[in-house]
């Protein structure tokens, strides 16, 4: 039996991520994610997640984030069970975007989380 999911907040993230520790994962749908989204995230949509993708390589940390949270615990789970390392943005991109830090959208523009 897996351990309850690890949840960081927003400022947690962005210091894993900045100091190259981790990977932020933004499991949001395209529109989501064209709308706004953190500057340095990965965008790997929940629709298309492969969990057996060696992309997804065992030795890297993923925070993954979502709108608030639930899509993303669940996608922890999914990569812990099948032996990533992975925790939870805890309250999403809506506490990332409450935080201060910084929203943008395709092109570099100020973006805003839907």
């Given at each position: ?28 749908e395209d529109d989501e994610w064209a ?80």
């Open positions: 039996m897996l351990e309850a999911v690890r949840e960081v907040d927003p400022l947690e993230a962005r210091g894993l991520v900045g100091s190259g520790a981790a990977v932020l994962l933004d499991v949001r709308a706004g989204h953190a500057p340095e995230a990965v965008h790997l949509p929940l629709s298309a997640v492969d969990f057996g993708d060696p992309k997804l390589m065992e030795s890297q940390l993923f925070v993954v984030v979502c709108r608030s949270g639930r899509r993303s615990a669940l996608v922890v789970e999914r990569l812990r069970a099948a032996g990533r390392a992975a925790c939870n943005l805890r309250g999403g991109m809506q506490a990332w975007s409450v935080a201060g830090l910084p929203v943008t959208c395709t092109g570099g523009q100020p973006g805003t989380v839907i």
